[in-house]
C-alpha cells in the first residue's frame, strides 16, 4: 500500500465516520488526530556513533462499528501515521526515511451461548516511504505484513475464563528479501480473578517461522570450522511461557514475566530470553495521568558455535529493554496535550551488538 493509497483508504473512512447514524447503522464513532514533534537521538542505531534529528509526526486514529447487535459485533480500525525528519541528518552515507504506515484491522464476534464467544481478527499492515534515499537501514525499510486470528473465549466460572486462539501471518519487506518470513501458531489464555479490579493470567503459545533466506550450517575440517549455505530455508520454532497480573487499587498496575525459546534448524538463530514488565498509570486529577512502562530483557544464545558471518535477525527474534514515561494533560473535552520521554536499548537486527536511543516528544491531540 502506497502513501496515496493510504490517504484515500483514510479519506473513505472519513466519509464513513460521518454518515448520520440510523438505527441499523454504526453505533460508535472515534476518530482522533495526533500532531507534534520528535527528537531522536539516534537514527542509525546499527553505525558507530550517534546522529540526532528533529522530526515532526501526524496520527490519525479511526474506529467504526459497522454492527452491533445482541449477539454480534463487527468493527473497523483505521490508522495512518506519517513522519517527517525537518533536519538532513546522514551517518556513514546514510540517510533518514520518513515513513508513512497504513494498518487496517478487522474483527467480527458473536456470542454463540452465555460462556462461548467466537470470533475473527484480521489485520494488514504496511510501511512505505515518502521519499527514496540511496542508502538506509534494514529496520527502515518498507513492507507489507498480514495476518489472521480466530479465537474462541470460554468462560468456564464466574472468576475463570480461558481463551483459545490459531494465527497465521505474512510479512514481505520492499528491500532486504532475506527478512521476508511466513509464521503460524497457536496460544492458549487462562485468566482468573481472585477479587475486585484484578486479574492474573498463564499463557502458553508456539510458533512456526519459515524465512525466505537459507539455513546456515557449521562444518568442521582439519580443525577449521566454516560456514555453508545450504538448500532449505530457515525454519524457527518460537515458544512461549507467561504469567501475568492487573490490579487497581489507586494506581493502575500491570505486569509479568515470560520465558521465549527459539530453535531454528540455522546456526546462530537459537536462543532463550526472559522478560520483566510493568505498567503504571496514575490519575492525578480528572484532567491529567501519569503513565509508567518499563521492560527488561535477557536473552542468551544456546549455541557454543557461531558462524562467522553476520547473522540477520527478525524483530520478533530481537532483544530490547525500554523506559517510557507519558504525561498527559486534557486541555479540553475535546483536546489534549501529551510530553513522552523513552529510552531504549536494542539488539541490532544484524546481530553482534546493541544500541540505545532515546525519544523525546510532545504532541497535541483532538477528537473529531
Not at 170 to 177: D, N, P, V
Request: charged letters at 20%.
Amino acid at each position: 500500500m502506497n502513501p496515496k493509497a493510504g490517504v484515500a483508504v483514510g479519506f473513505l473512512l472519513l466519509v464513513l465516520l460521518f454518515i448520520p447514524r440510523t438505527a441499523s447503522g454504526a453505533e460508535d464513532r472515534k476518530l482522533i488526530l495526533k500532531a507534534g514533534l520528535q527528537y531522536d537521538d539516534n537514527l542509525f542505531e546499527q553505525t558507530d556513533g550517534k546522529t540526532g534529528a528533529l522530526a515532526i509526526r501526524l496520527y490519525l486514529d479511526s474506529n467504526l462499528s459497522a454492527l452491533t447487535s445482541r449477539k454480534s459485533s463487527i468493527s473497523l480500525q483505521y490508522q495512518l501515521g506519517l513522519k517527517k525528519h525537518l533536519t538532513a541528518a546522514s551517518s556513514d552515507s546514510l540517510s533518514p526515511v520518513n515513513p508513512v504506515i497504513n494498518r487496517l484491522a478487522l474483527l467480527i464476534q458473536h456470542q454463540l451461548t452465555a460462556r462461548i464467544l467466537i470470533g475473527i481478527y484480521s489485520e494488514l499492515k504496511s510501511r512505505s516511504l515518502l521519499q527514496k534515499a540511496e542508502r538506509y537501514l534494514a529496520t527502515q525499510t518498507g513492507y507489507l505484513q498480514g495476518q489472521a486470528r480466530f479465537f474462541l473465549d470460554l468462560n468456564l466460572t464466574e472468576h475463570l475464563w480461558a481463551n483459545i486462539s490459531l494465527q497465521g501471518s505474512h510479512i514481505e519487506f520492499q528491500r532486504f528479501h532475506d527478512f521476508d518470513c511466513s509464521a503460524r501458531g497457536g496460544q492458549l489464555r487462562l485468566n482468573r480473578s481472585f477479587f475486585p479490579r484484578s486479574k492474573f493470567w498463564f499463557k502458553i503459545s508456539a510458533k512456526r517461522l519459515q524465512f525466505r533466506r537459507k539455513s546456515l550450517v557449521i562444518e568442521k575440517s582439519d580443525g577449521e570450522e566454516t560456514v555453508r549455505v545450504t538448500d532449505n530455508p530457515q525454519i524457527d520454532f518460537l515458544k512461549e511461557a507467561a504469567i501475568g497480573f492487573r490490579l487497581y487499587r489507586g494506581v493502575l498496575i500491570t505486569g509479568g514475566y515470560s520465558f521465549r525459546a527459539n530453535s531454528s534448524n540455522s546456526c546462530g538463530y537459537s536462543f532463550k530470553a526472559h522478560r520483566v514488565y510493568v505498567l503504571l498509570g496514575k490519575r492525578f486529577t480528572s484532567q491529567t495521568r501519569l503513565q509508567f512502562h518499563g521492560l527488561l530483557e535477557q536473552k542468551s544464545y544456546t549455541e557454543a558455535a557461531q558462524p562467522s558471518s553476520s547473522v540477520f535477525l527478525l524483530s520478533e527474534q530481537t532483544t530490547g529493554s525500554m523506559v517510557i514515561v507519558n504525561l498527559s494533560r486534557k486541555l479540553s473535552s475535546l483536546s489534549e496535550i501529551e510530553i513522552q520521554l523513552g529510552l531504549y536499548r536494542g539488539e541490532c537486527l544484524e546481530r553482534r551488538r546493541f544500541y540505545t536511543r532515546g525519544l523525546y516528544g510532545v504532541a497535541l491531540s483532538f477528537r473529531l
